[in-house]
């Protein structure tokens, strides 16, 4: 059974950083891209940044290139978001999803979900 777990979220101030962790059981074999999203109330959610299983960089939103890396370490199964320099807009819930296919910006396109981590920024 697959399962995404997602940790590290907080509360911090404008300018701080948080290191995300998306832990993967169940997806040995069977997925290609992990991507973080993200969903702030009343908006829908946004796919930020997401790394292929080969380690290459899928893609980063527009607003967060320079200030989020994704990176991943396979033998634990772990995917990362290493967030810097974080914005008020940054406040969101922030999911990890994985597919089978090439990575998408599109949350419809993902198979595997985690709960969500919570990321609040106050300025």
């Known amino acids: 059974q697959v399962q995404l777990v997602e940790s590290g979220g907080g509360s911090v101030q404008a300018g701080g950083s948080l290191r995300l962790s998306c832990a993967a059981s169940?997806?040995?074999?069977?997925?290609?891209?992990v991507s973080w999203f993200r969903q702030a109330p009343g908006k829908e959610r946004e796919g930020v940044a997401g790394i292929q299983r080969d380690g290459t960089i899928g893609y980063y939103h527009d607003s967060v290139e320079g200030r989020f890396t994704i990176s991943q370490d396979i033998p634990k199964n772990t995917v990362f978001l290493q967030i810097n320099s974080l914005k008020s807009e940054d406040t969101a819930m922030y999911y990890c999803?994985?597919?089978?296919?090439?990575?998408?910006?599109?949350?419809?396109?993902?198979?595997?979900w985690g709960q969500g981590t919570q990321v609040t920024v106050s300025s």
């Open positions: 169940g997806l040995t074999y069977n997925w290609n891209c």
């Open positions: 999803a994985a597919r089978l296919d090439w990575c998408a910006m599109y949350a419809r396109e993902y198979e595997y």
